[in-house]
């Protein structure tokens, strides 16, 4: 009907429907964030334009090893570009620039696998990403978090249940 108001339901509105997130709360200067992952999904590159989002966020890649166990090798941010930018750099030999990704892309070739979840604050980004390097590489100085709390809490959830903290 020409003229009606356009009515966004969640099954019609992209971003309505993403549950794959990070969302935040604060409680006495301490930041409580619960990261909702996408499903861990083998690496594709007509997968990632058709059904990652062009929003910032994080992302996970993992190779399969001989054994047929994921193994974490990147921890990715995107905020310009958004992550399906990022995916597809990151899981392309021909155009991911680092050295060791590259190796790994091709020593692992087929079997790449990814995971993300949204989040819009780059302060946020940040948080979260100090808190997993602290966490998966705590030998390696990890990157600034945002400064705003004392302390940083993570609680992960996916669809997989992959838990790797």
């Known amino acids: 009907m020409p003229g009606a108001p356009l009515i966004f339901t969640p099954s019609l509105c ?4 993403m549950q794959y ?11 409580y964030y619960l990261v909702r992952w996408s499903p861990i999904v083998k690496a594709d590159k007509y997968v990632i334009n058709g059904s990652v989002p062009a929003m ?8 399969k090893d001989a054994h047929g166990k994921l193994n974490l090798y990147m921890l990715a941010r995107s ?8 995916l597809r750099v990151a899981t392309d030999p021909i155009e991911e620039k680092d050295e060791r990704r590259r190796a ?11 995971r993300y979840a949204l989040v819009e604050s780059q302060d946020d980004m940040s948080d979260v ?13 990890p ?5 705003r709390y004392d302390k940083i809490f993570v609680k992960e959830i996916d669809a997989g249940n992959l838990i790797t903290i």
């Open 143 to 147: 990157p600034e978090h945002s400064k």
């Open 14 to 17: 992209y971003h309505c429907s």
């Open 56 to 63: 910032g966020g994080i992302a996970e890649l993992y190779f």
């Open 129 to 141: 990403m100090y808190f997993f390097l602290s966490t998966h590489a705590p030998k390696l100085l």
């Open 21 to 31: 997130e990070i969302r935040k709360s604060v409680d006495k200067n301490n930041a």
């Open 79 to 86: 905020y310009y570009g958004g992550l399906r930018a990022t």
């Open 104 to 114: 790994v892309l091709l020593a692992h070739e087929d079997q790449i696998y990814y």
